[in-house]
């Protein structure tokens, strides 16, 4: 089936600086990707859409100078958390879809990623 | 925009029994519905899921229901398993909503010995 790395899994940095996380679609093409953030037992809530070659479209609320996402080729998305702080210290999570995959209808999450900001 | 109601937040079961846990949503140009299950630190994984146009699904143990009259889709688990325990989210997607996703918050499922 479909696969999304996700890449790291857990990542803990310092006040201030900025931390990139990479989701790579391994074995189809995808063409929109979804950053969603999760806080401890709460729901996933979407931050991002972003179309391949396009420029990201964020969820109300969500500031689009600190979470910058690229989505430069059809395998790669990355979201760089910038001049991170506590607060942003969550769970972050792709998801990567391909309109012509049949596998769940297209839509396939990847591991996670554990951001902590110290 | 769309938005998912999800109950129970917790549920527990002896193992062998049933679950159930339900879902509503407010779009009536939603879709598709689908079920996921998280287990701590991980992402979502895919369960089961279910179109517009079918009112139910089965895959082994697992089935969901689908009412699109009163906007309710629910979850069914039978002979529940310990490995069953972990977290369970549905969620819709709106049709022209960009492909979005809206996820339930989720329900704490604890299937004990």
């Known amino acids: 089936g479909a696969v999304v790395s996700q890449h790291p899994s857990r990542v803990i940095c310092k006040s201030g600086t900025s931390v990139k996380i990479e989701c790579r679609s391994l074995?189809?093409?995808?063409?929109?990707m979804f950053w969603y953030r999760q806080f401890p037992k709460q729901s996933l809530m979407l931050m991002a859409t972003s179309n391949e070659g396009s420029k990201a479209t964020y969820e109300q609320g969500v500031e689009k100078d600190k979470f910058l996402i690229n989505h430069a080729s059809l395998t790669l998305s990355t979201l760089t958390v910038t001049s991170a702080h506590p607060e942003d210290s969550s769970f972050y999570i792709c998801?990567?879809?391909?309109?012509?995959?049949?596998?769940?209808?297209?839509?396939?999450f990847g591991s996670g990623t554990r951001l902590t900001v110290v | 925009g769309e938005n998912v109601e999800q109950h129970p937040s917790t549920l527990s079961v002896q193992e062998g029994d049933s679950a159930v846990i339900k879902c509503t949503y407010s779009d009536s140009a939603s879709n598709y519905f689908p079920w996921y299950k998280q287990e701590l630190g991980k992402g979502p994984q895919l369960i089961i899921d279910i179109r517009s146009n079918v009112g139910e699904k089965k895959d082994q143990r697992i089935a969901v229901t689908l009412n699109k009259t009163a906007k309710h889709f629910s979850l069914h688990i039978t002979e529940t398993q310990p490995e069953d325990s972990a977290v369970y989210f549905c969620?819709?997607?709106?049709?022209?909503?960009?492909?979005?996703?809206?996820f339930g918050t989720g329900t704490q499922l604890k299937v004990e010995l």
């Open positions: 074995d189809f093409q995808a063409t929109t």
């Open positions: 969620a819709a997607r709106v049709t022209g909503g960009g492909n979005k996703l809206t």
């Open positions: 998801s990567a879809r391909s309109p012509g995959q049949g596998y769940n209808y297209g839509y396939t």
